[in-house]
């Protein structure tokens, strides 16, 4: 079974500034895909920035990107200039990739609540 | 728009009094589950299915049914609700095939209060 681990429960950062969320994992598995989703105080579910294990090449939306390390089974998300509007919950998924039954269910951490101060 | 929703978005019930939380989406996708959130636990899946009268069980389907009548439609039931079962419920959908990277679309979520 996979198990993914957020150590952080709650960060802050200042408006402007760049922050880091860590996520570690724990799998067998080679190929799989790693998230990450962000949850304001609506509640809603929103994905950030996926990645694919057999990718080397960090993915980037935006002021969102990944450092994916492999090896290290670490996946953690840098947000650059922080705004107010990334006040939320974030969390950390891991999806393998399969073609049977198990291939769809996404495991999460637990979260890391991030607050954006003015 | 292509979404999914949920109803009730809140519901307040007592022991025992058997429930449904509805949950459709609009975008003919083949895989649809159902997550529960808890403070420090992050989401946990309940139930999922891959299609039409296909389900299966998550990590926590204890307390919990389902049934995959119509594609678009997943309703969670709980027959003899607890207390342990308070907390907001999440339902997802996302195409299948084999690609495992595709996008899931959660629902608004449902606060569930048992008393």
């Known amino acids: 079974a996979q198990t993914v681990t957020q150590s952080q429960p709650e960060m802050s950062v200042q408006e402007a500034e760049t922050v880091t969320l860590s996520c570690t994992y724990d799998?067998?598995?080679?190929?799989?895909?790693l998230f990450w989703y962000k949850q304001p105080p609506s509640r809603q579910m929103i994905l950030v920035i996926r990645?694919?294990?057999?990718?080397?090449q960090n993915a980037t939306e935006n002021r969102f990107s990944v450092n994916f390390q492999k090896a290290a089974k670490s996946f953690s998300l840098k947000i650059s200039d922080s705004q107010l509007g990334d006040t939320a919950m974030y969390f950390c998924?891991?999806?393998?990739?399969?073609?049977?039954?198990?291939?769809?269910?996404?495991?999460f951490g637990k979260g890391t609540k991030l607050s954006v101060i003015p | 728009e292509a979404q999914v929703t949920q109803n009730p978005r809140y519901l307040i019930t007592v022991t025992g009094k058997k429930l449904t939380v509805t949950c459709s989406q609009n975008?003919?996708?083949?895989?649809m589950s159902w997550y529960r959130q808890d403070p420090g636990l992050g989401l946990r899946q309940i139930y999922y299915?891959?299609?039409?009268?296909?389900?299966d069980k998550g990590d926590v389907p204890e307390g919990y049914k389902v049934s995959r009548k119509e594609k678009r439609n997943f309703p969670l039931i709980l027959e003899s609700p607890s207390p342990n079962q308070t907390s907001l419920y999440f339902c997802?959908?996302?195409?299948?095939?084999?690609?495992?990277?595709?996008?899931?679309?959660f629902g608004p979520g449902t606060r569930l209060t048992v008393l």
């Open positions: 997802a959908s996302r195409r299948g095939g084999t690609y495992s990277y595709n996008e899931q679309f």
């Open positions: 799998t067998s598995e080679n190929n799989y895909y």
């Open positions: 990645q694919e294990a057999y990718k080397q």
């Open positions: 998924a891991f999806m393998k990739h399969s073609t049977g039954a198990g291939s769809y269910q996404l495991t």
């Open positions: 975008m003919n996708h083949e895989y």
């Open positions: 299915s891959m299609n039409v009268e296909v389900t």
